[in-house]
């Protein structure tokens, strides 16, 4: 099949789950399919090469187009997130919006046909759409348009809902439940936009199929090449607490809070060479000063290989409050024998 992919973010080097799930997919069907990948830089260089080098080492077609996010500090930051109030989509799907990213997916299709599109995320539909490569399956006679799928790594209404139940104060809580309730609103069109829906796990087709009435789901589920894992082999007798995320993602960014706040220095109180290791792509600045201040505790930002931190440490912990999906880290955990401690949110779905 000639299969084209649309990604919002690079899906190489594999530093976040989303990403590592991306690869794990993509690679196998490579071996069987002619793949393309068009995807969205965000404004590093050498990364967007060598992203592009490794996925064209596997038989697969890359195109980049560089398009940074709007960056989520300083004034224009809160002026957008006002200015949100009066737009119909959420505010993580508006700012995904970029006429740049969706005209260089119109040139790129023009003239190509495939037998089959898939979006990485609901928030990159639009892409496709202005492409005019497919339409809505209830739109046309079947048959007609191209079949497109929709990777749906998360049910990001069930996170907004759990980030207003863990929201503090009247404003907050008001602008949060608003991004909650826009966000059922666009993940019900986007799931009926498109022919097959795929879920990571169980839980998340169900609620999907609960809130929002679909029959198009399907299920494939996360996972790890464990023999990438083999040579790794756990401390038993290490003292190292691992947490491991993409720290730009707000539920990860509220664990990690919470592990420095409230869980950490009650095992540091217990044990006093109990150390705590930090691991995740894009610290915020707030965090990284956090850290500094915290005895006992390491920031490892934007690291190329989380092996050796899995090698390195006693337990994972993942105190999760708020997600969705399931989470990738507990498999590579698990993967090479390292004793995971989580909470039913982290756990979920496996």
């Not at 839980?203 to 929002?212: I, M, N």
């Amino acid at each position: 099949m000639r299969v084209a992919i649309v990604d919002g973010d690079l899906c190489y080097p594999a530093t976040s789950g989303k990403r590592l799930r991306s690869l794990n997919l993509l690679l196998p069907l490579a071996r069987r399919h002619s793949i393309t990948c068009i995807m969205r830089g965000h404004g590093n260089d050498e990364e967007n090469r060598n992203c592009r080098m490794f996925l064209e080492a596997q038989g697969i077609e890359a195109t980049i187009i560089d398009d940074p996010l709007p960056l989520k500090t300083g004034i224009g930051f809160y002026a957008r997130l006002v200015a949100n109030m009066a737009s119909s989509l959420p505010y993580s799907v508006a700012s995904h919006h970029s006429k740049r990213f969706a005209a260089g997916v119109r040139e790129w299709a023009a003239g190509r046909t495939f037998d089959l599109w898939s979006v990485d995320w609901s928030g990159y539909l639009y892409a496709v759409a202005a492409s005019g490569a497919c339409q809505r399956p209830d739109s046309v006679e079947q048959g007609v348009s191209t079949p497109l799928i929709l990777q749906a790594h998360n049910v990001d209404s069930l996170i907004w809902q759990r980030t207003f139940d863990m929201a503090k104060g009247a404003f907050k809580r008001w602008y949060v439940w608003r991004q909650w309730q826009k966000f059922k609103r666009h993940e019900a069109d986007a799931f009926r936009r498109v022919h097959r829906v795929v879920f990571v796990s169980e839980s998340d087709a169900a609620l999907a199929c609960e809130w929002f009435g679909i029959d198009n789901g399907d299920i494939v589920e996360n996972g790890v090449e464990v023999a990438a894992y083999d040579a790794v082999n756990p401390s038993a007798g290490s003292r190292t607490i691992l947490f491991l995320g993409s720290l730009d993602w707000r539920p990860n960014r509220d664990a990690v809070e919470r592990l420095l706040r409230d869980i950490f220095p009650r095992v540091r109180s217990a044990v006093a060479d109990a150390a705590l290791v930090i691991v995740g792509r894009k610290p915020p600045p707030a965090l990284t000063t956090w850290v500094r201040t915290s005895p006992g505790v390491q920031l490892h930002a934007d690291v190329p290989d989380v092996r050796p931190y899995l090698a390195a440490s006693g337990v994972m912990a993942v105190p999760l409050r708020i997600g969705g999906g399931s989470r990738l880290k507990i498999l590579e955990a698990l993967a090479c024998g390292l004793p995971v401690v989580s909470t039913t949110v982290g756990a979920e779905g496996l």
